[in-house]
């Protein structure tokens, strides 16, 4: 626990310059993920935060729906300069991004049906699946690690129901999210291991 | 609603981003499900298309969103396509992070985080199931997958240097 609530124990607070330039060089230097570039510009650049509360940080805008990323933005451009704060993280974040992928959007549309276009990306698919399988064992791996527990089956149930059922992700969440919330409350020793995934991921 | 793809656009994605657990990759295979399977936006390709080129784009993998929009209604479609993605879920992050400050030890705190975490985890595996299936039609392709799963578990190299070999041997035409 830190012992000042809405002062951060970093040594200066950002301007709303500096973090609007902080998101937007996040935003373009993190191809391919751009959780290692955000910790090194806020923790070990600037040092706005320390690791702790960064990783903190990270984990409630994981825990938040809808993109990691800009969660992270709103929460950390906020604590720092309230919601003008947030929208100047935001702008810097997604601006470079979707001028960029417009571009790319208008090739798409115009050159989308090439056949060595299509040879390509569906490689490029191939592999970015299998980053995909590789951030869930390393995600899965402290929630497997022990036995099987209450949290191994909801997190099934939750594949079975999306990738296989193909049920609406809506209905799925609506049921399970309370389920699991009420298992994690009654049995908190493996609610603790679940915890741990999340500490670990950032 | 399924007149104006605008409107659709909005309700599906304002939707989809108050459910999605564990990020964009998590609402992958409901973005599949709305965009090729009930909606007939654009087909399997396409919509792998697109996520390899969100994947490679800088930027946050929630820029799917953009082309997905872009795709079914021009600029407008990606204006609207990403505002409501993004949109609401800033509204929650806004607020969530300051009651969250507060409540740092609460036992409930810790039970709704302990218990999203398995549902997440859940949810980015059907992505990558749903990815996988759509992209590997081929064995070699299945190989590239598994190749991937492999080097990036055990090493550090970074990503992009995965997709790059991907592109590669999808351009030689062997998947």
């Known amino acids: ?202 | 609603m399924n007149d104006n793809p605008l409107l659709a656009l909005f309700a599906y994605f304002a939707m989809l981003s108050l459910f999605a657990v564990g990020g964009a990759n998590a609402a992958i295979p409901e973005m599949h499900r709305i965009a090729v399977e009930m909606m007939h936006w654009m087909d399997d390709r396409q919509f792998v298309d697109m996520f390899a080129i969100a994947q490679m784009s800088p930027g946050p993998n929630v820029i799917i969103v953009t082309l997905i929009g872009y795709h079914v209604a021009g600029f407008a479609g990606a204006g609207v396509a990403t505002v409501a993605m993004c949109g609401p879920t800033c509204v929650v992050a806004f607020f969530a992070t300051r009651t969250w400050d507060r409540f740092k030890d609460a036992p409930w705190r810790i039970a709704i985080q302990a218990g999203l975490v398995p549902v997440s985890l859940g949810l980015i595996a059907a992505s990558a199931f749903v990815l996988a299936r759509a992209a590997d039609k081929n064995i070699y392709a299945g190989v590239v997958t598994a190749v991937t799963v492999l080097v990036a578990a055990f090493t550090r190299i970074n990503p992009l240097w995965l997709f790059a070999g991907g592109g590669v041997l999808g351009l030689s035409g062997w998947l």
């Open chain 1, 1 to 202: 626990m830190s012992e000042s609530a809405d002062l951060p124990s970093a040594p200066e607070r950002p301007s709303l310059y500096e973090l609007f330039s902080a998101f937007l060089i996040v935003s373009v230097s993190g191809l391919g993920g751009a959780l290692p570039w955000a910790r090194r510009m806020i923790v070990e650049q600037k040092g706005w935060m320390t690791t702790e509360e960064f990783n903190e940080a990270f984990a409630l805008s994981q825990f938040l729906p809808g993109p990691n990323l800009v969660n992270f933005a709103v929460v950390f451009g906020s604590r720092f300069g309230g919601p003008a704060g947030a929208v100047v993280a935001i702008i810097g974040l997604m601006g470079p991004p979707l001028v960029i992928v417009m571009v790319l959007a208008i090739l798409y549309a115009r050159f989308g049906q090439l056949e060595v276009l299509g040879r390509i990306l569906s490689g490029i698919t191939a592999a970015a699946a299998g980053l995909l399988i590789a951030v869930v064992g390393k995600m899965a791996m402290p929630l497997f690690v022990k036995r099987w527990n209450w949290a191994t089956g909801i997190a099934i149930l939750a594949f079975v129901a999306v990738a296989i059922m193909r049920w609406p992700l809506p209905y799925v969440f609506i049921v399970l999210a309370p389920v699991a919330v009420a298992l994690a409350w009654f049995m908190p020793a493996a609610a603790a291991n679940a915890a741990k995934t999340k500490a670990a991921k950032p």
